[in-house]
């Protein structure tokens, strides 16, 4: 009865491929998010949903693209991978209203070669 | 928000109080303190948050001195799974987002 799932775990890939993460939550919560976490351990928001729709949208480049199909799933689309965009992505989710407390995935280490 | 200061890195005795401190010295009165832990290669978790009164929970207590410029997170009987990157976090209640600083790193020995 995992809370926040992510798939997959891992995912190692060739610089110039399209790769996408998926993210479910069955927690009832209406906010989704996808946090970046680099190699120096610092843990950055990326996009944020609520109610499939987009509240927050931090400086991403444009490769990377979340898509919301429901209040349950927020996945993330990244186009021609770089070597910067290894890092473990974190998806989250909350309340309205309840933002501070965040339940997180377990992550998806990515590596680009 | 305002910025928090916390130490590197800490160390515990197993079975002891741990306590970890913030400094947030330019916290404004409508913001609050949230501490949140990752274990390693683990997500975030929520422990607990407060705005201007002690606070106690099954996970921990929080303690914000009176101006409000630093709070300390206690973990009255650390354990080997406390382990983990504490971090401290202040914002608006109803702000959209967290943003995580380095944090501090516990290590509970035996």
């Known amino acids: 009865d995992t809370a926040v799932s992510q798939t997959p775990k891992y995912l190692v890939t060739q610089m110039g491929n399209d790769k996408s993460i998926k993210c479910e939550q069955n927690l009832g919560h209406d906010t989704m998010y996808w946090y970046k976490q680099d190699s120096k351990k610092f843990l950055k928001i990326m996009f944020s949903y609520n109610n499939k729709e987009l509240i927050i949208n931090e400086t991403v480049p444009n490769r990377f693209s979340p898509k919301s199909p429901d209040k349950a799933h927020l996945n993330l689309h990244i186009n021609s991978l770089e070597l910067g965009d290894s890092a473990v992505y974190f998806c989250?989710?909350?309340?309205?209203?309840?933002?501070?407390?965040?339940?997180f995935g377990p992550g998806t280490r990515l590596t680009v070669t | 928000d305002a910025k928090t200061t916390q130490p590197t890195s800490m160390d515990c005795a197993e079975g002891r109080a741990a306590n970890l401190p913030c400094n947030h010295s330019?916290?404004?009165?409508?913001?609050?303190v949230y501490w949140y832990r990752q274990i390693h290669s683990q997500g975030p978790q929520y422990i607990i948050h407060g705005l201007k009164n002690n606070e106690t929970n099954e996970m921990a207590s929080l303690i914000i001195t009176e101006d409000r410029k630093s709070s300390t997170l206690i973990l009255p009987h650390a354990t080997l799974r406390d382990t983990a990157v504490y971090y401290c976090?202040?914002?608006?209640?109803?702000?959209?987002?967290?943003?995580f600083g380095a944090g501090t790193i516990l290590r509970v020995k035996s």
């Open positions: 976090i202040v914002r608006v209640e109803y702000g959209n987002k967290l943003v």
């Open positions: 989250a989710s909350s309340q309205m209203g309840r933002a501070y407390e965040q339940y």
């Open positions: 330019t916290i404004s009165g409508n913001e609050y």
